[in-house]
């Protein structure tokens, strides 16, 4: 419970505890004592039985005007406390006692104010004293009868029979009413409280999980909700602990303890932290015996609840709270500190999820070698290291040679499982301090650390001859090629790889299965090399290009049909968000999808009905031939679309049945594309169908033919317009002007 609320509480139980109340008490009191002074001075010239003193009358009436004046104007009755009170009420009683005398004895109407009295009495004050001042009126109301004797020959004592219990009654119902305005001043009191106990649990559980939610580190965390809790359930110290044994615990968080963070404590196994490595709830002590075993009790702390806190299926460890009062936690503060627990326990499995996840991303799934990303990340510390040190680095790129051939021979899976098998080849001949890292889908790094150049080019040779030497899965043997660079050619982790990978163009372009360290000179060659083998590149492009309009020529309803599907799929990747450099990669790619056809003979090729299996698994090579056929003049990702083009992501596509996730998207726009032109054109079978037709069906065969985001994209391209029909004699789709993507 808070202080404030402790404080409204204890003033529904005692109305003078609160400073304002006090204020309100005395300040009426004075106003009793200026009324009582008023009147006085208003009694001594009033016609009716002379006052026999009226000196001493007027003398106690300004005595009574400077007492009230003084009450409510000078006293600080915040800080005079309860004595002051009844100094002024029992002074009030006596002033009345004496004005009797002065004014009348018996006769004299100065009784009345001992209802002030007892009416004060009754409201302000508790049961005990409010009795004593009921007793006092009393006293006050009979005394005339011991110093006047007309007294006791007139009517006082029948009024005293009467006004007796009348004080009595009337001082009781004023008491009593006001035990009900307290009785519900109480329970309001206490709902405010507990609202206001609610509000700011809540509040203190939202920066907990928001700061969970937002990913913050977990040591913040743990200081947060030590803090939190700390302060919500009133203790005098907080912390997190996490099991490193049965026996042993270290502290995480600590608020206002007497541990440090990160300490590591021994544990008694009848300590309540040990036993909350198995207990199923939280365990509360709110009062020690005199032989318990607690390292809290030795600390001096004399109450103590410990929520357990779970990670998965495994006991993480323990929130802690700890007061050095015995019963200082309010009921249900085990469960407050549950949920605490629980907020923890979120942060502790996203932690591990992001370091889990860290990892795995880090590492390539098929060999478990470090992928393209983490070498990169090394590198950047090992540059940064052997420069501040002096040392050397060298780092080396290794690629199988033709290993698209081998996959061809074996298949995806088998040519998969031989680079796994290259992996740990390459793994076990180089030094346990060397990274080696799979770049690519054939290409491998290794990164030698603390190894100049011919330190490095002897470990790949070694590494070299030892996977050229190895027979393989199903007798097969490869070689490999390396491109070595050191740091003093190289000024970054980026040009390392880059001027390694250049080395390695040159192993390949020199007869492949050797080693190369790159230097300037061999810079300068192999950019002169590049630029004759792009004019020769482009020339034979021109040729497959060439090749692949005679293969549309043979049937003249597919006339232009590879421009026609380059053209849309490209406008699909710039749908998707592909840079300008990768759409006309894709273009280039989609042109020559069909090359592969050149191999299938007419009589399949150009059959009219519909083909034999025997003819299905001729048509069906095509795509595979195709890549081969480009193979040296596209790079590995174009011949990757056009050898996946025929894909699905149901899995029952060809050559290597792929599901989606393995699909590489420019296949699949290649083959979206490839789709709605075979259908939306006329054919020798049958004419060309409705738009509007072909994309509900291509809609509907999403996810089984159709890859979900080429759809989409096919989707976003017609809303934009980009899909318009002419009506030509060969039904063929021609293309509205090119959209524009922001």
């Known amino acids: 419970m808070t202080a404030r609320a402790r404080q409204l509480v204890t003033y529904g139980q005692d109305r003078l505890s609160m400073p304002g109340e006090r204020r309100l008490a005395g ?86 104010y001992l209802w002030f009295v007892l009416v004060y009495a009754a409201f302000f004050y508790a049961l005990r004293p409010a009795l004593a001042y009921w007793a006092g009126c009393v006293v006050v109301s009979a005394m ?60 203190s559980l939202r920066r907990v999980a928001t700061a969970v939610a937002a990913g913050s580190p977990p040591q913040a965390i743990f200081t947060l909700v030590s803090s939190e809790v700390g302060r919500l359930l009133g203790a005098d110290a907080a912390a997190i602990a996490r099991y490193l044994s049965e026996e042993r615990l270290q502290m995480m968080g600590v608020w206002q303890g007497r541990t440090e963070p990160a300490q590591v404590l021994e544990l008694d ?29 030795t600390l001096g702390y004399g109450s103590l609840i410990v929520a357990p806190v779970s990670a998965g299926m495994t006991r993480w460890g323990a929130l802690v709270v700890a007061a050095r009062a015995a019963d200082a936690f309010a009921p249900g503060d085990e469960d407050r500190l549950s949920d605490y627990a629980d907020l923890i326990a979120t942060a502790v ?120 030497s190895a027979t393989l899965r199903h007798g097969e043997r490869v070689t490999v090629s390396v491109g070595l660079c050191d740091l003093e050619a190289a000024p970054s982790a980026d040009e390392l790889l880059r001027r390694a990978d250049a080395a390695l163009f040159w192993s390949k372009e020199h007869g492949r299965d050797r080693s190369w360290i790159y230097d300037p000179s061999v810079a300068r060659d192999l950019a002169g090399y590049a630029r004759r083998r792009a004019l020769d590149d482009e020339h034979a492009l021109a040729g497959l290009r060439a090749l692949a309009r005679a293969v549309d020529a043979k049937d003249p309803t597919t006339h232009e049909h590879s421009e026609r599907v380059a053209t849309l799929a490209g406008r699909l990747a ?142 976003a391209l017609h809303a934009r317009g980009g899909l318009v029909m002419a009506a030509t004699r060969m039904h063929r789709p021609t293309f509205a002007p090119e959209p524009r993507v922001a």
Not at 270 to 295: C, F, K, N, Q, W
Not at 599 to 622: F, Y
């Open 349 to 468: 499995a996203n932690a591990e999820d992001r370091a889990r996840l860290d990892r795995q991303a880090g590492v390539d799934a098929l060999t478990g070698l470090p992928n393209h990303r983490a070498l990169r990340d090394r590198l950047e510390n090992e540059v940064c290291r052997a420069r501040r040190h002096g040392r050397p680095l060298t780092v080396a790129v290794v690629d199988v040679d033709r290993f698209r051939e081998l996959t061809d021979r074996v298949g995806h899976d088998e040519g998969e499982q031989t680079l796994a098998e290259i992996a740990r080849l390459l793994r076990s001949t180089v030094r346990e301090e060397d990274v080696v890292a799979r770049l690519g889908a054939d290409e491998f790094g290794i990164a030698f650390v603390e190894s100049d150049r011919s330190t490095a080019l002897l470990a790949a040779d070694r590494a070299r001859r030892a996977i050229g």
């Open 269 to 297: 196994p009848g300590d309540e932290l040990a036993r909350a490595r198995t207990a199923t709830r939280p365990i509360r002590i709110d009062r020690y015996e005199d032989d318990a075993v607690s390292r809290a009790r």
């Open 574 to 715: 710039s749908m998707r968000g592909w840079d300008d450099v990768w759409v006309e990669r894709l273009r280039e790619a989609a042109v020559l999808h069909d090359v592969g056809k050149v191999g299938v003979p007419d009589a399949v090729l150009l059959k009219p009905g519909p083909l034999d299996d025997c003819e299905l698994r001729l048509m069906r090579e095509h795509a595979a031939l195709g890549a081969r056929i480009v193979r040296d003049m596209l790079d590995d990702a174009q011949v990757e679309w056009i050898a996946a083009h025929h894909e699905r992501p149901d899995g029952r596509g060809y050559p290597y049945g792929l599901t989606a996730a393995d699909i590489p998207e420019g296949a699949a726009l290649i083959a979206i594309a490839d789709a709605w032109d075979s259908m939306v054109s006329d054919r020798l079978q049958r004419p060309g169908r409705d738009a509007e037709d072909v994309l509900a069906e291509c809609r509907a065969l999403a996810g089984r033919q159709f890859t979900a985001e080429a759809v989409e994209a096919l989707e």
């Open 27 to 112: 300040r009426i009191g004075g106003a009793v004592w200026l009324l009582f002074a008023l009147t006085l001075l208003v009694m001594v010239p009033m016609p009716g039985r002379p006052i026999g003193h009226v000196g001493a009358v007027v003398l106690l009436a300004v005595a009574a005007l400077v007492a009230g004046a003084a009450c409510v104007l000078l006293v600080p009755w915040e800080r005079a406390g309860r004595a002051a009170l009844h100094v002024s009420s029992g002074l009030g009683l006596l002033a009345t006692a004496l004005v009797g005398p002065l004014t009348g004895g018996g006769d004299s109407p100065t009784h009345e």
């Open 144 to 203: 005339p009868l011991f110093y006047d004797s007309a007294a006791l020959g007139g009517n006082l004592i029948r009024e005293l029979v009467i006004v007796v219990p009348l004080y009595g009654m009337v001082g009781a119902i004023v008491y009593a009413g006001r035990e009900v305005l307290a009785g519900l001043s109480r329970r309001a009191t206490r709902l405010g409280a507990e609202q206001e106990r609610l509000a700011e649990e809540q509040s």
